[in-house]
């Protein structure tokens, strides 16, 4: 039996069986389809607890086109990602910082280097933060004439010319190292640059 996604016409039919009270089983049967196939469409797919053939097949292919825009994660990104890893970067940060994957996905990635037998999961382990005093305010990585993202001139949100840069550090929670992500607001030009004792 196939397990691979359903077209519309089987959603409307998995439709009218499920509206007769049929078991999935008996329906996967009917389609000659695996039962996992069904009870994911199912699951998946369903609008305020009902399954709709409709809006089923406008999900999936939401859900195809969002997928096909996402950036292949190649073997360099994959290289970048194990280096911030092994600097104790925690997969939010790199996700969210970087975007070189999604944080889901470095997880995986790491479960997955786990069952091979690698040491990335060893990076994962939680260290308790140093307590401040309360009312102590830390000042480290402070910028003295910083600028908010508030101020900035209506053409930089605009994104109507080329040349304005965004900017944004990383530093690992109990090391020297900083990653500097750049992006360029118009064209979307991603760089990095990785710093192991956090000078230029």
């Given at each position: 039996m196939s397990s691979s996604r359903l077209d519309q016409a089987e959603r409307y039919r998995l439709h009218a069986l499920y509206e007769t009270g049929m078991s999935m089983r008996a329906i996967a049967d009917a389609l000659e389809r695996a039962p996992s196939t069904i009870s994911r469409e199912l699951r998946r797919n369903q609008h305020a607890r009902h399954y709709l053939p409709d809006h089923a097949q406008r999900i999936s292919e939401?859900?195809?086109?969002?997928?096909?825009?996402?950036?292949?994660i190649?073997?360099?990104?994959i290289a970048q990602i194990e280096v911030l890893l092994s600097e104790d970067f925690s997969p939010e940060q790199i996700a969210g910082r970087t975007g070189l994957a999604s944080h889901e996905w470095i997880y995986r990635h790491i479960y997955a280097d786990h069952k091979r037998g690698g040491q990335l999961f060893?990076?994962?382990?939680?260290?308790?933060?140093k307590r401040r005093r309360r009312g102590v305010r830390d000042g480290r990585g402070q910028l003295t004439?910083?600028?908010?993202?508030?101020?900035?001139?209506?053409?930089?949100?605009?994104r109507s010319r080329i040349g304005d840069w965004?900017?944004?550090?990383?530093?690992?929670?109990?090391?020297?190292?900083?990653?500097?992500?750049?992006?360029?607001?118009?064209?979307?030009l991603h760089l990095l640059a990785y710093s192991p004792d956090g000078t230029a």
């Open positions: 939401h859900r195809r086109t969002q997928a096909s825009r996402r950036p292949r190649d073997a360099e990104r060893t990076h994962l382990r939680k260290r308790r933060r004439h910083r600028r908010s993202w508030t101020q900035r001139p209506s053409v930089v949100e605009q965004e900017l944004d550090t990383i530093r690992a929670s109990h090391r020297k190292a900083v990653v500097v992500s750049m992006t360029e607001r118009r064209s979307r």
